[in-house]
């Protein structure tokens, strides 16, 4: 059974940066397209950014296109998302799984909150 474990989340102000990672074990892992999620307080899970394994093609919501950057590294099992130009609606727990139905058992996730 594959593990997802999401680190790197922290406080940061508006405007600001952080990268995110999420470490996979198992081998499987290289197979799928993988993807970030979020959820926010009292908000559904909502897509991110998903990445196909061989990094050919990337998919991106509105509200973060141009900010974030999906990257993923088959050799590690690990799949980053690297946040610029951060804003207070951003502020969520963040989770990896694959994409665009999740096959594995989420992660704890990482909390993200942008605030002044």
């Known amino acids: 059974q594959v593990q997802l474990v999401e680190s790197g989340g922290g406080l940061v102000q508006p405007g600001g940066s952080l990268r995110l990672s999420c470490a996979a074990s198992?081998?499987?892992?290289?197979?799928?397209?993988m993807g970030w999620f979020r959820q926010a307080p009292g908000k559904e899970r909502e897509f991110v950014a998903a990445?196909?394994?061989?990094?050919?093609?990337?998919y991106y919501a509105d509200s973060v296109k141009g900010r974030f950057t999906i990257s993923r590294d088959n050799a590690k099992n690990t799949v980053d998302l690297q946040m610029n130009s951060l804003k207070p609606e951003d502020t969520a727990v963040y989770y990896c799984?694959?994409?665009?139905?999740?096959?594995?058992?989420w992660g704890q996730g990482t909390q993200v909150t942008v605030s002044s």
């Open positions: 990445i196909r394994w061989s990094g050919g093609s990337i």
């Open positions: 198992g081998s499987i892992f290289k197979a799928y397209f």
């Open positions: 799984n694959t994409h665009p139905a999740p096959v594995f058992a």
